[in-house]
């Protein structure tokens, strides 16, 4: 079966644009690539540091062989040229307020029904933790792999921020960065699936999904993640937007 990509789509000229520019400015290094599945309806979460960290992952998404997707934020839509280039290219706006986030867990489930990958950032923004650890994730993403009965594949990277520090508007082009990417095995869930998706059983997935993903970051970083995960309300932080760190 032929991979995603070539299948002709938007997505070709994208990649025509901006995958020389990204490879000019860093090189992949790429660990276990082979557990991302070339085919198929999943959740790929990954960890969140930095502004240019989805163009990162769909470079990732892309050198692997699928098609990049993502739950983005709302405002990024209302840039001119770049929300055409989302909307064309089936990127799912989300608005953190009210009931408008939950009509983008639908558009990202039918995504699912079609058989494609969604990436989905559990922490729902950049993370707060000083060290640029994993802090505590939202429940979007295991929700969406619960409901539609498909599995959760964790990713990681580091060397981004080398790229784009957090919150910065700059990029960094030279001298030529490296990043390091680990991709997981599934996530396994069996213990939450045909439950009642309470607000407790969704916590506890995410801790599991945020486990998984900070094991790898600790193997891309070569060190151990703080015991306790960053939880942005017990340092009086807002959950969305930009701090002072």
């Known amino acids: 079966m032929r991979s995603e990509k ?3 789509s938007i997505f070709w000229i994208f990649a025509l644009l901006a995958v020389p520019l990204m490879n000019l400015a860093a090189r992949y290094e790429i660990r276990d690539g082979h557990k991302m599945p070339r085919h198929g309806a999943y959740v790929l979460a990954p960890n969140h540091y930095s502004e240019i960290d989805p163009v990162v992952v769909g470079v990732v998404a892309w050198k692997l062989g699928r098609y990049p997707r993502f ?7 209302k840039v001119p040229v770049l ?5 064309v290219s089936g990127q799912i706006p989300v608005d953190r307020h ?7 867990i639908r558009a990202a489930e039918e995504l699912v029904e079609k058989g494609r990958m969604v990436v989905v950032y559990p922490e729902g923004s950049l993370t707060r933790d000083p060290d640029l ?7 979007g993403a295991v929700r969406i792999a619960l409901e539609r009965g498909i599995p959760v594949i964790p990713v990681a990277h580091w060397g981004t ?6 919150y ?3 990029i960094s082009l030279f001298p030529r960065k490296h990043i390091l990417v680990k991709v997981g095995d599934p996530v396994n869930l069996d213990a939450f699936r045909d439950k009642p998706l309470d607000t407790a059983s969704l916590n506890q997935a995410t801790a599991v999904v945020m486990d998984a993903i900070t094991a790898l970051l600790e193997d891309l970083r070569g060190e151990k993640a703080p015991a306790e995960r960053w939880n942005p309300s017990a340092h009086d932080q807002k959950e969305t937007g930009r701090f002072d760190s």
Request: net charge positive.
């Open 6 to 8: 070539s299948h002709p």
């Open 71 to 77: 739950l983005a934020k709302a405002s990024v839509f």
């Open 83 to 87: 929300g055409w280039a989302l909307r």
């Open 98 to 104: 009210g009931n408008k986030s939950h009509s983008a």
């Open 133 to 139: 650890w994993p802090m505590r994730g939202k429940t």
């Open 161 to 166: 921020q080398q790229l784009m520090a957090r």
């Open 168 to 170: 910065s508007k700059k």
